[in-house]
Nanobody, 118 residues
Framework: QVQLVESGGGLVQPGESLRLSCAAS????????MSWYRQAPGKERELVAA????????NYGDSVKGRFTISRDNAKNTVWLQMNSLKPEDTAVYYC???????????WGQGTQVTVSS
């Protein structure tokens, strides 16, 4: 079955960096676009970043553009989210997802908590 496992979350101070990882299995990873979403308490889940199947095209939410970078290695079945210049507003549970051609993802990881606080 499809499995997505996130890791790398934690507690950091504003301005610091984190890198999240997502290990994928149970499907042909190189055929699918992948994405990162996040959800903060009381907020709707929002798209953070997406990357196409080959890794040559990316998209970012306006709130993270210029600070976050999504990347992938199809030989390792892994997607990363590099988060720089973190702000308290970035505090959320971050989820890795398999991205369909249209609509919302069907398969999600368990999530990893990112807390940005001084």
């Amino acid at each position: 079955q499809v499995q997505l496992v996130e890791s790398g979350g934690g507690l950091v101070q504003p301005g610091e960096s984190l890198r999240l990882s997502c290990a994928a299995s149970g499907f042909t990873f190189s055929r699918y676009a992948m994405s990162w979403y996040r959800q903060a308490p009381g907020k709707e889940r929002e798209l953070v970043a997406a990357i196409n199947s080959a890794g040559g095209s990316t998209n970012y939410g306006d709130s993270v553009k210029g600070r976050f970078t999504i990347s992938r290695d199809n030989a390792k079945n892994t997607v990363w989210l590099q988060m720089n210049s973190l702000k308290p507003e970035d505090t959320a549970v971050y989820y890795c997802a398999r991205q369909p051609l249209s609509g919302t993802p069907t398969y999600w990881g368990q999530g990893t908590q990112v807390t940005v606080s001084s």
